[in-house]
């Protein structure tokens, strides 16, 4: 079969790091921000752990040395392992780290910077122990330890905190490079109201150096997958409940007002840096910037709601003793006076990041117990703001695919705020009420949504959300969709109200994310896949069911409706995609009469296919499933080969072999060439539209819009190419 658009690999992406060279905007830049460059300069093997730029004026790395067998962090990092490397622009600057580093008598090591003269930038570097802010005081403490085992490293950022464990006595200290009072009042006035922390004291009198027990066996975010996880997350949504309660005010008067907390602006401030590393990202930004500024209450305002706050709620802070409702909260250096919303959306993004959202559930019931929580889009709008204080995080600490997860961030922010505050599909904001924690999956305004949630005996459940008419007609699809059942795994319904249907969890994990191609796992899930597709072409061909019929021309209604969605989001491919859409709606009008209908998905693409090497394909969203022709199906995957080929989510074996895969079993059905072709061309026509929405993915589809015209061979594509 061929296809009907040519099939170019995406152009090479830009590399992290160069994109990361770019925006600091210093020459050697990419010097510093190379493990592999790093390890040149420093003379032994190491990774860079945190990174933080000022364009134009620094870059402050912190790094750890690579071990023989790896190092467990769990148990902290040699002293000797742990250092930083700082490249300035300013001769001032320079200086002063010097000047610092000879006053407190710490070993700072200029480089040459190459291809520079005297007038910078300038390279230094050290260990933890002769950080430029940190050093003098490190050193006072390393002075002041007795006799015995070097301590351990089990936290550094350059300039700001170093984290000792002592391993003799099993404490742990906290080295700032400012007085820790405040922390230690906060600390105080956590074990007044009753709520589980490590207590805390300066050690030997020195402000900026505070000490505690070393306590418990690891935290949350590495326990999270235990299977009384969710168990230590209602323990701390009780003891989050329980500091709210206690208002703004300090529980003793004597110690005075309680200081703000550190959370930084209303609206974080990452705007800038964001449209310089992914300039694609900058209307996305834009938008949820001004619905924040609108969603979020004023400070002093009744929804304010303020009280004594943790200020960075995450499962990492959370410690787990010997039993599950064992918890202390660590980390109360941005804890003080502030909103409750705060930390509730600091929770929930946590999770939602790290992908750890059953842990959402348990904590907000027990808090519920406590205080109430705030209506659903507020709750939304925390935890956007949260997702977008926290939107530099993987890029600061130099996550390989850091461009993706920046993404990721800010998808789920739109998502969670599209969906509080839909206004076309009211069900949508009572299913949020009725589901504290649920995760929106999908949102397509005021059509449907998808909630993932943990039911009260810890099972995954996923709740579709729909108008009443829609839900009616989804059970019937359902109902209609037995062939499916049989070939494939299908999610069991179990429960059904006038506004959603709530599924069981389907094991398996979805065909989009890959498989490797070199071991034939790949090729054999799609084999496996398509077969499953074809068997259900010919169950129910053999038995039909009754349903409505999808065409040729309610396939052009359901393009010219993207086509229409798309108008005015991407203007200047605005001609290309609509000719698209022409080309492929007189392919479609050609085809004729189908004689032999069969049951089709009519959605099905690669993120609604489950594998699971045991167990075989499993199929999601059945509930399009209507009678038509099976080509459709068909040419839905092989076009969304394409596109993710595009996408740089499949390799090109990848996306040969899904097509191999699928054009022998529409060879075994003897499909027409025609018919596969219309289809796929109208599916690729429409994922130009769809993804016109989408400003990450604009240029692609108007590219994709481009190579179809020019592939195809009638007049209207050739002329619509030039």
Same mark, same amino acid.
């Given at each position: 079969?061929?296809?009907?658009?040519?099939?170019?690999?995406?152009?090479?992406?830009v590399?992290?790091?160069?994109?990361?060279?770019?925006?600091?905007? $210093?020459?050697?830049?990419?010097?510093?921000?190379?493990?592999?460059?790093?390890?040149?300069?420093l !003379?032994?093997?190491?990774?860079?752990?945190?990174?933080?730029?000022?364009?134009?004026?620094?870059?402050?790395?912190?790094?750890?040395a690579?071990?023989?067998?790896?190092?467990?962090?769990?148990?902290?990092?040699?002293?000797? &392992?742990?250092?930083?490397?700082?490249?300035?622009?300013s001769?001032?600057?320079?200086? !002063?780290?010097r000047?610092?580093?000879?006053?407190?008598?710490i070993?700072?090591?200029?480089?040459?910077?190459?291809?520079?003269?005297?007038?910078?930038?300038f390279?230094?570097?050290?260990?933890?122990?002769s950080?430029?802010?940190?050093?003098?005081?490190?050193?006072?403490?390393?002075?002041?330890?007795p006799?015995?085992?070097?301590?351990?490293?089990?936290?550094?950022?350059?300039?700001?905190?170093?984290?000792?464990e002592?391993?003799?006595?099993g404490?742990?200290?906290?080295?700032?490079?400012?007085?820790?009072?405040?922390q230690?009042?906060?600390s105080?006035e956590?074990?007044?109201?009753?709520?589980?922390?490590?207590?805390?004291?300066?050690?030997? &009198?020195?402000?900026?150096?505070?000490?505690?027990?070393r306590?418990?066996?690891? *935290?949350?975010?590495? &326990?999270?997958?235990d299977?009384?996880?969710g168990?230590?997350?209602?323990?701390?949504?009780?003891?989050?409940g329980?500091l709210?309660?206690g208002?703004?005010?300090?529980?003793?008067?004597?110690?005075?007002?309680?200081?703000?907390?550190? $959370?930084?602006?209303?609206?974080?401030?990452?705007t800038?840096?964001l449209? *310089?590393?992914?300039?694609?990202c900058?209307?996305?930004?834009?938008?949820?910037?001004a619905?924040?500024?609108?969603?979020?209450?004023? /400070?002093?305002?009744?929804?304010?709601?303020e009280a004594?706050?943790h200020?960075?709620?995450?499962?990492?802070?959370?410690?787990?003793?010997?039993?599950?409702?064992?918890?202390?909260?660590?980390?109360?250096d941005?804890?003080g006076a502030?909103?409750r919303?705060?930390?509730?959306?600091?929770?929930?993004?946590?999770?939602?990041?790290?992908?750890?959202?059953?842990?959402? =559930?348990?904590?907000?019931?027990?808090?519920?117990?406590?205080?109430p929580?705030p209506?659903?889009?507020?709750?939304?709008?925390?935890?956007?703001?949260?997702?977008?204080?926290?939107?530099?995080?993987?890029?600061?600490?130099?996550h390989?695919?850091?461009?993706?997860?920046?993404?990721?961030?800010?998808?789920?922010?739109?998502t969670?705020?599209?969906?509080?505050?839909?206004?076309?599909?009211?069900?949508?904001?009572?299913?949020?009420?009725?589901?504290?924690?649920?995760?929106?999956?999908?949102?397509?305004? =005021?059509?449907r949504?998808?909630?993932?949630?943990?039911?009260?005996? =810890?099972?995954?459940?996923?709740?579709?959300?729909?108008?009443?008419?829609?839900?009616?007609?989804?059970?019937?699809?359902?109902?209609?969709?037995?062939?499916?059942?049989?070939?494939?795994?299908?999610?069991?319904?179990?429960?059904v109200?006038?506004?959603?249907?709530?599924?069981?969890?389907?094991?398996?994990?979805?065909?989009?994310?890959?498989?490797?191609?070199v071991d034939?796992?790949w090729?054999r899930?799609?084999?496996?896949?398509?077969?499953?597709?074809?068997?259900?072409?010919?169950?129910?061909?053999?038995?039909?069911?009754?349903?409505?019929? &999808?065409?040729p021309?309610?396939?052009?209604?359901?393009?010219?409706?993207w086509?229409?969605?798309?108008?005015g989001?991407?203007?200047?491919?605005?001609?290309?995609?609509?000719?698209a859409?022409?080309?492929?709606r007189?392919?479609?009008?050609?085809?004729?009469?189908?004689?032999?209908?069969?049951?089709?998905?009519?959605?099905l693409? *690669?993120?609604?296919?489950l594998?699971?090497?045991?167990l075989? /394909?499993?199929?999601?969203?059945?509930?399009?499933?209507?009678?038509? *022709? /099976?080509? $459709?199906?068909?040419?839905?995957?092989?076009?969304?080969?394409?596109?993710?080929?595009?996408?740089?989510t499949?390799?090109?074996?990848q996306?040969?072999?899904v097509r191999?895969?699928?054009?022998?079993?529409?060879?075994?059905?003897?499909?027409?060439?025609?018919?596969?072709a219309?289809?796929?061309?109208?599916?690729?026509?429409?994922?130009?539209c769809?993804?016109?929405?989408?400003?990450?993915?604009?240029?692609?589809?108007?590219?994709?819009?481009?190579?179809?015209?020019?592939?195809?061979?009638?007049?209207?594509?050739r002329?619509?190419?030039?």
């Open positions: 079969m061929s296809d009907p658009q040519l099939d170019r690999s995406p152009a090479r992406p590399v992290p790091k160069d994109r990361l060279s770019a925006h600091a905007a $210093l020459p050697g830049a990419q010097r510093v921000l190379d493990s592999a460059a790093l390890t040149v300069l !003379g032994r093997e190491v990774e860079i752990d945190r990174v933080r730029i000022k364009p134009g004026a620094s870059v402050l790395v912190s790094y750890r690579v071990t023989a067998g790896g190092a467990d962090d769990s148990q902290g990092r040699d002293l000797a &392992h742990v250092g930083w490397v700082q490249l300035v622009a001769r001032d600057k320079r200086d !002063g780290v000047r610092r580093a000879d006053r407190g008598g070993e700072v090591t200029e480089h040459a910077a190459a291809g520079q003269e005297t007038d910078g930038p390279l230094l570097s050290g260990g933890a122990d950080d430029p802010r940190l050093g003098r005081a490190v050193q006072g403490v390393l002075r002041r330890l006799d015995g085992p070097a301590p351990r490293v089990l936290s550094y950022n350059p300039g700001r905190h170093l984290l000792l002592l391993s003799a006595s404490e742990v200290l906290r080295v700032a490079a400012r007085s820790l009072e405040d230690l009042g906060i105080r956590w074990e007044r109201r009753g709520v589980p922390t490590v207590p805390q004291r300066t050690w030997k &009198h020195r402000s900026s150096v505070l000490v505690g027990q306590w418990g066996r690891g *935290d949350l975010a590495a &326990h999270a997958t299977p009384h996880a168990q230590a997350a209602a323990a701390l949504g009780h003891a989050i329980r709210h309660t208002g703004a005010e300090a529980s003793a008067p004597s110690t005075g007002a309680l200081p703000e907390a550190r $959370l930084g602006d209303r609206i974080p401030s990452a800038d840096v449209c *310089d590393l992914l300039p694609q900058t209307a996305q930004v834009r938008e949820l910037i619905s924040l500024d609108q969603l979020l209450p004023a /400070p002093g305002a009744e929804a304010w709601q004594l706050i200020g960075d709620l995450s499962p990492d802070q959370v410690l787990l003793g010997s039993t599950a409702s064992q918890i202390r909260v660590v980390d109360l941005r804890s502030g909103p919303g705060a930390d509730l959306g600091s929770w929930i993004a946590a999770c939602l990041s790290e992908e750890s959202d059953h842990l959402t =559930g348990p904590f907000l019931r027990a808090y519920a117990e406590h205080v929580l209506a659903p889009a507020e709750l939304a709008a925390w935890t956007a703001r949260a997702l977008l204080a926290a939107v530099l995080d993987p890029m600061r600490r130099q390989p695919d850091w461009p993706a997860r920046i993404q990721q961030r800010l998808d789920l922010a739109c969670l705020l599209g969906a509080a505050t839909e206004e076309q599909l009211p069900a949508l904001g009572r299913a949020l009420a009725d589901h504290p924690g649920a995760t929106v999956v999908s949102h397509r305004a =005021g059509r949504a998808v909630l993932r949630d943990r039911a009260e005996d =810890g099972t995954t459940v996923y709740i579709k959300v729909a108008n009443r008419g829609r839900t009616r007609r989804a059970l019937g699809a359902i109902q209609r969709a037995a062939a499916f059942d049989g070939p494939f795994r299908t999610p069991r319904v179990i429960e109200r006038e506004e959603s249907l709530t599924f069981a969890e389907l094991p398996g994990r979805p065909l989009h994310d890959g498989l490797p191609t034939g796992s090729r899930a799609w084999r496996a896949t398509a077969e499953a597709w074809a068997q259900a072409v010919r169950t129910s061909r053999a038995d039909l069911p009754e349903g409505p019929l &999808h065409g021309a309610e396939e052009i209604a359901v393009l010219q409706k086509q229409q969605r798309a108008i989001e991407d203007p200047e491919a605005a001609e290309l995609r609509d000719r859409v022409d080309l492929a007189g392919l479609l009008e050609q085809l004729p009469p189908l004689a032999q209908p069969a049951l089709i998905h009519r959605d693409h *690669d993120k609604q296919i594998w699971d090497p045991a075989g /394909p499993g199929l999601l969203d059945v509930d399009t499933a209507c009678l038509g *022709d /099976p080509a $459709l199906d068909a040419a839905n995957l092989r076009a969304h080969a394409t596109w993710r080929k595009r996408q740089g499949w390799s090109p074996e996306a040969r072999q191999e895969e699928i054009d022998r079993a529409t060879a075994a059905l003897d499909l027409p060439a025609a018919n596969l219309a289809y796929e061309t109208a599916t690729l026509a429409r994922l130009t769809l993804y016109a929405l989408r400003p990450r993915w604009r240029q692609a589809a108007a590219a994709m819009a481009r190579s179809l015209l020019a592939a195809s061979p009638t007049p209207l594509g002329s619509s190419a030039r």
